[in-house]
């Protein structure tokens, strides 16, 4: 297929993806094909993984799935401000306009913002607040459920009580000080008490009904969701007409789609395919963001236990080697354990540049000259996982040329982070290979580098690094919990808990239609200024 004819396919993708609107059955018949041909037109992206549970904060399918669809129906009473993509967001307000904490550090205030309707019609008061604060927290409420509680325990477990005050006021009161309170919130997703008490709990997920910038239509469960415009939303009606996010977890599967004009959008393009999709007219996204690849070593016992081995490992990698040759500058060398993009990071703390002969020098102090084995599990996809076989197996030569044998081991990504949040890992290996962010959620913290997380970690433990988490934790000053978190990751970066490899740049590709995007320091996004033109 010659250049020329490549660029008249992406140039038809509008009319593709009506047509694939029209074919799938969304809504009712021909509606997403004409209400998507007009004004601000349909998005149809291509995500890498499954799609979450569409019940507010239950997901499932990590930050993907919350910035893709559970962050379009739903917010909190604070939300980031991903307007800008020079620095990492900052927490604003969304459905609370204003906040204040007591002197005792554990009382907040939130003013409500006046004038906001869910999408179905009912309006938004200190009432729903509460409503959903007991469906998540409140085991006697007729619509708490195991699962619901244990979502929301992430972000709102700390809160010890809450009431309104008033119409418009609502308090909430933490166990213990919390001085990024406010960043949690935004994750406490609000849903409509009516469209709840109508369906229950159990059938939410099919008719789920918030007050973000787009409102439910239908889903194929897991695989894929169409939303439209919310007309009524309180920041101003999204350019868009439609929204529809449809699964693809396989990279090939999702060039080939934006190629053909089935999506005009596609969530991590494979990096071999970024130079020829620039030459055929798409648009190729990237920015900085909180992000790490990573493998996430068993402390506990074997050569692992010992952290000069841990270390060697880290020297042992060729990371620049994997972010240009192998993601073609989609991802960054990772040198510590902040990744780039967050408040947190200090360039001086990168640590571990590539040097295999001082990884066989600790290799030998720690009494292993002669190498050992070990295994990891490597999803084969999903939520900022990039080429997480590829990556894996490039660890793999760097670490067998100093002596390191790696077995890799593949399995799902809904299946490895499973058992991941019991506490295991899937097919019994010594390590797990995957992405997370540490800051876009300050809460998340001690569940990755704290001692006795509910989650594998690999046993890491290191009462210096709880301290540090615990005094940021608790102090509302955003510097001084900077100061704390730069201190207790520098002992992560020493401590080697991990083999830090590549800061993701969040790329995606965007047919040349698609108009609008800022692509900010973030996992999420802002679609309410995206449009799709002719």
């Known amino acids: 297929m010659t250049h020329h004819r490549r660029s008249l396919r992406l140039a038809a993708l509008p009319a593709a993806a009506a047509l694939l609107l029209t074919a799938s059955g969304c809504g009712p018949s021909g509606t997403a094909a004409s209400d998507g041909a007009a004004k601000g037109g349909t998005l149809v992206i291509g995500a890498t993984g499954k799609l979450p549970n569409t019940d507010t904060v239950i997901g499932g399918a990590g930050f993907e799935g919350k910035r893709l669809v559970s962050f379009q129906i739903y917010e909190g009473l604070t939300r980031y401000d991903l307007s800008g993509g020079d620095a990492p967001p900052e927490i604003t307000g969304a459905l609370a ?36 604060l007991d469906r998540y927290l409140n085991k006697k409420s007729a619509y708490w459920t195991e699962a619901l509680g244990a979502a929301a325990g992430e972000y709102a477990g700390g809160i010890k009580s809450y009431r309104a ?12 000080p919390n001085g990024h309170f406010p960043e949690d919130l935004a994750h406490v997703l609000i849903a409509s008490p009516d469209a709840i008490r109508k369906t229950g709990t159990k059938d939410f ?14 889903q194929r469960e897991g695989q894929r969701v169409e939303l439209k415009a919310n007309k009524a939303y309180w920041r101003g009606a999204p350019k868009l007409q439609r929204l529809v996010v449809t699964a693809l977890p396989d990279a090939a599967a999702r060039t080939a789609a934006l190629r053909s004009g089935d999506v005009n959008w596609i969530e991590y393009p494979n990096p071999d395919d970024i130079a020829s999709l620039r030459a055929d007219g798409a648009t190729i996204a990237t920015n900085s963001y909180d992000h790490l690849w990573y493998w996430i070593l068993d402390t506990t016992k074997g050569p692992w236990k010992d952290a000069r081995v841990r270390r060697a490992a880290n020297y042992a990698i060729n990371r620049d080697a994997i972010a240009k040759n192998l993601l073609h500058g989609t991802a960054d060398p990772a040198h510590q354990a902040a990744p780039r993009a967050t ?28 190498g050992f084995s070990t295994s990891v599990t490597v999803p084969t996809g999903g939520s900022g996982n990039l080429l997480p076989v590829p990556i894996a197996e490039a660890v793999q030569r760097d670490l067998a040329a100093v002596g390191i044998r790696a077995e890799i081991r593949t ?19 010594q390590a797990i290979a995957q992405s ?18 509910p989650f594998w970690t690999g046993g890491y433990s290191n009462r210096k690094v709880d301290a540090l988490l615990a005094t940021a934790s608790a102090s509302p000053d955003r510097e001084r919990r900077r100061a704390d978190y730069r201190e207790a990751l520098s002992l992560v970066t020493e401590d080697a808990p991990w083999l830090f490899v590549v800061n993701d740049r969040n790329p995606r590709a965007l047919a040349p239609q698609v108009k609008g995007l800022v692509q900010p320091q973030s996992w999420f996004l802002d679609l309410t200024g995206v449009s799709v033109g002719s």
């Open 411 to 429: 399995t799902d990504w809904t299946t490895l982070i499973s058992a991941e949040a019991k506490g295991k890992v899937a097919l019994g290996s």
């Open 165 to 176: 005050l008033g119409g418009d006021r609502v308090e909430l009161v933490t166990a213990e």
């Open 97 to 132: 306009t204003s906040w204040k904490v007591a002197e005792d550090r554990r009382t907040w205030t939130f003013e409500l913002r006046d004038g906001v309707e869910f999408q179905d019609g009912t309006p938004f008061d200190a009432a729903a607040v509460v409503f959903n």
């Open 436 to 453: 997370t962010t540490l800051f876009q959620s300050e809460a998340l913290l001690p569940l990755f580098i704290g001692t006795g997380s």
């Open 205 to 218: 997920a099919r008719k789920p009904v918030g007050t973000g910038p787009f409102s439910f239509v239908s």
């Open 343 to 370: 408040f947190a990071y200090d360039k001086a703390g990168d640590t571990y540049g590539y040097d295999p002969e001082k990884a066989r020098r600790l290799l030998a102090e720690a009494g292993h000259a002669e």
